[in-house]
């Protein structure tokens, strides 16, 4: 018995003990890696009521300790890697509480009280989640959500109320389907890598904000995976492209040009000539479809027109034939009729009415206009891989994969032009590590230098881009006109 008299008096553990004090003294209280099963009972003779960050990380607990919902001065609580299988509803006292770590738990569900809480970062990775609350959409502070890891298969769609938010990380969750609704918040990073998404909604080019979107291990279909590996600038095209195709498909565009159509069309005494004219038969259909080009048709990249051009001399010299024909005037055309006569021979149409029925068949049957915006952003992506091999070749480095905000302050453009031809740019503002992102003042004088450089190497002024091309990452098509005329130059010389 004489032995159990020391281990009896054994003085309790001193560094929990000075933790106590030292959380009691600044308000900070770290119990990490201690392997607590409870909070500590000596506690209660700290004064803790004034704690705002409390670390009770890589511990063993398996309930949030009551004793740190009395707290109400706490700002951060971090439970990560734990043992925790619920929250308390007493969690909803903490009033002040912004930041909760929550990750590496085995928690099946959040709780609805905690969407009352002001957070601004909740982290609930590594645990069981197979949904979120609906009350989600009540934490309108929340800027960081992190649910990655669990077995979440959709998300709720009240999330778009989270009108704060900046990071969202879904990833290695079993979610099929992305809200559309996701495209209204501000996002800057996205991750849903690790899923089963195939389909990226076309909406999702309207987020401005995006600078991170993490994707990979999905089965997408669309954007298709050749799209996808070239990263964000590329899908964003591909959303923009499938929207304008969506814009025009509907059934409903169709058919009030249908009906024009059989009003229009000469019920008896048709000739060859007529049938043949363009208007009213499959060839004349196809024909028109491919004629003028809409405005939104011309807006990328300046497409060969020789063939269009072709086309467009055929179906004028036809229109032209085939209206004379039908007035009985040789030179002279009708360019205004406000009225359609139906005669048993023949039917008036005017080029005015032609021009108008040409301009809705386009704007409905839009597979011509499809086929060429796909020629166009391919000839567009094979520009931008020949501007990255034309600069990486020449100053041996490894661009980023956004390569219009590596250009955008005109560092990489001035050294380029200095291989080239050595000192035709004689200063580069250059960032340092003080300051790692230039000013707009000192990125535009980059830019400028660069195009009185290419000017005296004899860059044609017809193939210069302008500055803003550059600076606001919106003609990099014009910019890779400019580099690839510049290193056409060198190699002249």
Known sequence: MATLGPEANLPPNRGLERALEEAA???????????????????????????????????RLTDVPSEICQLVALETLNLYHNCIRTIPDSIISLQSLT?????RNQLGALPACLCGLPLRVLNASNNKLVSLPETIGQLHNLMELDISCNEITALPRHISRLRALRELNVRRNLLCVLPEDLSELPLVKFDFSCNKVSTIPVCYRKMKHL?????????????PAQICIKGKVHIFKYLSIEACRSDKMPDSLYLPVVERLSLSRPTTGRSKQDSDSGVGSDNGDKRLSATEPSDEDSLSLNVPMSHITEEEGISKDDSSEHISSLTGTKGHTN?????????????????????????SLES??????????????????????????????????????????????GVVLCHLANHIRPRSVASIHVPSPAVPKLSMAKCRRNV??????????????????????????????????????????????
């Not at 990490?32 to 890589?58: C, G, I, M, Q």
């Not at 193939?463 to 056409?488: M, N, Y």
Request: glycine residues 2%; hydrophobic residues 30%.
């Open 25 to 59: 003294a600044s308000g900070v209280l770290n119990l990490s890696s201690r392997k607590l099963k409870e909070f500590p009972r000596t506690a209660a003779n700290h004064d803790l009521t004034d704690t705002v960050e409390a670390d009770l990380s890589k511990n």
């Open 99 to 103: 930041s909760l770590n929550l990750s």
């Open 211 to 223: 600078q991170s979107l993490q994707l990979e291990n999905n089965p997408l279909q669309s954007p």
């Open 335 to 359: 360019t205004q009729i406000s009225k359609h006569t139906h005669t048993n021979k023949h039917t008036q149409l005017s080029v005015e009415c032609r021009q108008q029925y040409h301009k």
């Open 364 to 409: 409905v049957d839009p597979q011509f206009t499809m086929r060429r915006k796909m020629e166009q952003l391919r000839e567009e992506l094979e520009l931008m891989e020949q501007l990255r091999d034309s600069i990486e070749s020449r100053l041996k480095v490894v661009l980023p994969e956004d390569l219009g905000s590596s250009l955008m302050d």
């Open 448 to 493: 400028e230098n660069f195009l009185d450089a290419c000017r005296k190497i004899g860059v044609p002024e017809d193939k210069l881009c302008l500055p803003h091309h550059i600076l606001e990452e919106k003609g990099l098509v014009k910019v890779s006109i400019t580099v690839q005329a510049l290193v056409d130059e060198a190699s002249c010389t």
